[in-house]
């Protein structure tokens, strides 16, 4: 750690390490973002890819580049981003590495959401994306009031959210089999979570409300840190407790769920990113950045491995985010388990 002298007096803590790792991962993003541009049925040379991006390409390079593939490579960036930043506060919140959005249900929620406009109302992509929204937006809401008895305590706030989960994970049982035959494989077709088809519509409104949310997360990085101390230390340090948490929650429902309504419930990338974030930074803190860029690469790689393994649009992106998920998942019970915290 250090620290820099400004002027006015002012000195800015520099953490090293978590700056050189935050440098490596939006470089490895970036990277996995242009070769990921250059994959598919027509392959395109990284280096002609970057000319394209810089407007030196020829005509059929611009068009697929900047019309077909960059809007998904953007929306994918932008997905992980959304999902390892809203992780990150959430895993803080609930002081609990499985206080993750997959685990407390919301990405349920936005299914529950999306499954409603597409069996219920026939909706369009757009209304099937906002049923998504909302349904996210509903589903942190009941948590947040379920878990509150004083205040809302980490562990409370996992139990229910599993709770939670479990419920709206029977609701959308339900809504697959009142569905015919076309709506019930378009639910599932949504339901893996995919990059597949995506385009501008889905790239500005996520850029937008990422751009927005990410400074004022950010003004709360310092409670934040006071936060995973404990209410009282936090309380006493004078940090305003539960109008902190209420806001960060709502910031990191917002993330997830414009995240699920852009790309489908993407598994496991709001689970695994800040932890590997935190192991590859060393800090015991929150690690925002190296979260949100930890996302950003986890889902770009992930959906470059799986056209590369199974050719192009063969295999969603959410298929292989949840096997690798799962897998870590199993391996995280396991240590925490041994630690005895569960």
Known sequence: ????????????????????????????????????????????????????????????????????????????????????????????????????????????????????????????????????LVGGLVTGLAIYLLAWKRGVHGYRLVLVGIGVSAFITAINGYLLTKADFVDAARSVVWMTGSLDGRDWDQVWPLLVLVAVLTPVVLVYGRPLRMLEMGDDTAHALGVPVERTRFALLTASVLLTAAATAAAGPVSFVALTAPQLARRLTRSPGPNLMPSMFMGAALLIVADWGSQRAFGADQLPVGVVTGVLGGVYLLWLLLTQRRAGRV
Do not use: C, H, W, Y
């Open 1 to 132: 750690m250090k620290a820099l002298r400004v002027k006015g007096g002012f000195s800015v803590r520099l953490d090293v390490r978590t700056t050189v790792v935050v440098v490596l991962l939006v470089l490895a993003a970036l990277t996995a973002g242009v070769v990921l541009i250059g994959t598919g049925d027509f392959a395109i040379p990284a280096g002609d890819v970057v000319r394209t991006l810089l407007g030196d390409g020829d005509a059929g390079q611009e068009f697929i580049i900047n019309e077909l593939r960059l809007p998904r490579v953007l929306v994918g960036l932008l997905v992980g981003a959304a999902l390892g930043l809203g992780g990150a506060l959430f895993q803080s919140i609930a002081r609990n590495p499985l206080g993750s959005p997959d685990v407390l249900g919301l990405g349920q929620g936005a299914t529950a959401g999306a499954l409603t406009m597409i069996v219920l109302f026939k909706g369009s992509a757009v209304e099937v994306a906002g049923g998504a």
